[in-house]
């Protein structure tokens, strides 16, 4: 079970950007704007991270998971990242939600992914190997949520990561 002090310690390596690489979220097209690597330590590696936006409009992102987590060890570090982020009040008003992924993760092991992806007008939704798990219509949570991993887009369209970099 990963402890509740892994998450302060997370950190990226950068990863050369695919060429051309796009996602399709609904009927937009959306273009791999960075990517990264999340580790623990600076060495242990955790998953990859693909970031997918269109400026102002639909940004998501891909969790590619290098190593096992169970879906405890994952609702775990979403609660921690989450009150660290945005504070106990958030976690409080946002419970319902918070409860809606903690139903919704399950294991993950080599190859398995998470991707999240907001829509400003539509909310949130997340898919696991790209099955539908679950929706969040409040643009506020969506947002918030996303967060975790992109804390906002700087000027030329990059992320300014929600986690430590190496």
């Known amino acids: ?40 330590l600076g060495f242990i590696e955790l998953f990859d991270v693909d970031y997918f936006a269109r400026p102002g ?14 879906d405890e060890d994952l609702n775990e570090a979403t609660l921690k990242v989450f009150e660290e982020r945005h504070g106990r009040e ?12 903690a139903s919704a993760y399950r294991p993950v ?28 219509e409040t643009a506020d949570f969506a947002e918030r949520f996303l967060q975790i991993w992109v804390k906002s887009d700087r000027p030329q369209g990059e992320p300014e990561w929600g986690f430590r970099q190496c």
């Open 57 to 70: 409009a639909e940004r998501c992102v891909e969790l590619s998971y290098l190593r096992e987590f169970s």
């Open 90 to 101: 958030a976690v409080d008003r946002y419970r319902a939600e918070l409860q809606q992924l």
């Open 109 to 136: 092991g080599p190859g398995d992914r998470y991707t999240y992806c907001t829509d400003p007008d539509a909310g949130g939704l997340l898919l696991r190997d790209d099955a539908p798990v679950v929706r969040f």
């Open 1 to 40: 079970m990963m402890k509740s002090w892994v998450l302060p310690l997370l950190c990226v390596l950068s990863a050369p950007l695919a060429a051309e690489r796009q996602s399709a979220f609904g009927d937009a097209r959306l273009d791999l704007r960075a990517e990264a690597r999340a580790c623990y």
